[in-house]
Structures are given as C-alpha cells and as structure tokens.
T-cell receptor
Framework: NAGVTQTPKFRILKIGQSMTLQCTQD?????MYWYRQDPGMGLKLIYY???????DKGEVPNGYNVSRSTTEDFPLRLELAAPSQTSVYFC????????????FGDGTRLSIL | AQKVTQAQTEISVVEKEDVTLDCVYE???????LFWYKQPPSGELVFLIR??????QNEISGRYSWNFQKSTSSFNFTITASQVVDSAVYFC???????????FGAGTRLFVKA
C-alpha cells in the first residue's frame, strides 16, 4: 500500500525559480491537504481540496497554487520561490467521513537559496 | 479566532515514567474537533485520535490516554510507562465541525531516555 506519495523528498531552489511538488494518493480519499512545517512550529494549512475540481485556500496560500484534476493527484505549485518558503511540505488525505488530515506523505524538504 | 497552545516545548523523561502533554485551545465555535498527532524522528506524521466537543469522556488506548475538559478548554495526552519509541514531537490540533482548516499547536518534543 503506497498511501500518500510525495515527490521529490528534497529540493534546493534558487530565488525566483518555480517548481511543482507532487502528491498522489491511492486510497480514493476525497479530502487532500497541503501543509508546511517551519522549524519548531506546527503545521500551517496552505490549500485543501474536497474533491476533484474543488480547491480552497488555507491559512497561508500566498505564493502557492494548486489544482485537483483527479481524485488521486494534488500538486502544489510554487511560483517565484522566496526564502520564506523554505520549509518542509506535507501532503495529507482524509476520507469522506472525517474531514481532517489522517494520512500524511513523508514530506518534501525544500530550501530556497 | 482559533488557537492551540502547547506550552511545553520539550519534555525529557526516563523510560517507564508517566508523562502528560498539555494542550489548551481557544475557539468561538460551539462545536469542534480536537486531535493529537505524533511525528517521530523519521519525520512522518501519524494521526492518533479525534475527539468531538460533544464527547467529554476520557479515552484510553493501550498506554495512551486523553483527558478532555471543556470547562478549562484542555485536551491533555498522557503516556503511561513511557518507552524510547515514544520519543517524538506531538501535536495537538483543532478544527470547527464542518470546516476543513485544522489548526495545529507548535508541538511538544518528548525525549524518552532508556
């Protein structure tokens, strides 16, 4: 069982570059989330999706974009990377009966230099 | 506004000691959910428990127990007879019923020494 798969696991970007963090799930969960975790801090919600074609902003959406064209995939796009976006990014899913993050990917550690 | 406070940044115990992790929350919502998550040194996040604000019964799962007190807005987590494998960062979180924005506390890092 793959669960929630995030790629890449590590990445270094230069300021101003763009990239997409990939997230794929094989549990057929309706809800998907992107969180960022800054050192010593809890998780902050960036974006979430309640199903294919439906996304909404979380607490800290600025500088990011998402799409949800299929149930399985929920990519997170960084445009014009900034040092403040250096963080660990977690993708998570939740089933339709409990709209909270239940299953997390292993995270993507992103550094912007 | 919603807020979750985990005042204990780090706790260090010796194996077999009991340890309680504190969580205090603020919300104006009348119904909400509370959660605990574990993040071991390997980095992944593990969902531990969800508690509905209607249900103030304490819950026990093996060596883990949770004490929810609405009167003091607290949802504390106790590990009995701690083990080295319990070493992790533990996060408390809050979400209004029907919403999707789960708010996390800053976490408590627990060190369990052999």
């Amino acid at each position: 069982n793959a669960g929630v798969t995030q790629t890449p696991k590590f990445r270094i970007l230069k300021i101003g570059q763009s990239m997409t963090l990939q997230c794929t799930q094989d549990m057929n969960h309706n809800y998907m989330y992107w969180y960022r975790q800054d050192p010593g801090m809890g998780l902050k919600l960036i974006y979430y999706s309640v199903g294919a074609g439906i996304t909404d902003k979380g607490e800290v959406p600025n500088g990011y974009n998402v799409s949800r064209s299929t149930t399985e995939d929920f990519p997170l796009r960084l445009e014009l990377a900034a040092p403040s976006q250096t963080s660990v990014y977690f993708c998570a899913t939740g089933d339709r009966y409990s709209n909270q993050p239940q299953h997390f990917g292993d995270g993507t550690r992103l550094s912007i230099l | 506004a919603q807020k979750v406070t985990q005042a204990q940044t780090e706790i260090s115990v010796v194996e077999k000691e009991d340890v309680t992790l504190d969580c205090v929350y603020e919300t104006r919502d009348t119904t909400y959910y509370l959660f605990w998550y574990k993040q071991p040194p390997s980095g992944e996040l593990v969902f531990l428990i969800r508690r509905n604000s209607f249900d103030e019964q304490n819950e026990i799962s093996g060596r883990y127990s949770w004490n929810f007190q609405k009167s003091t807005s607290s949802f504390n987590f106790t590990i009995t007879a701690s083990q080295v494998v319990d070493s992790a960062v533990y996060f408390c979180a809050l979400r209004p019923t029907g919403g999707f924005k789960t708010i996390f506390g800053a976490g408590t890092r627990l060190f369990v020494k052999a």
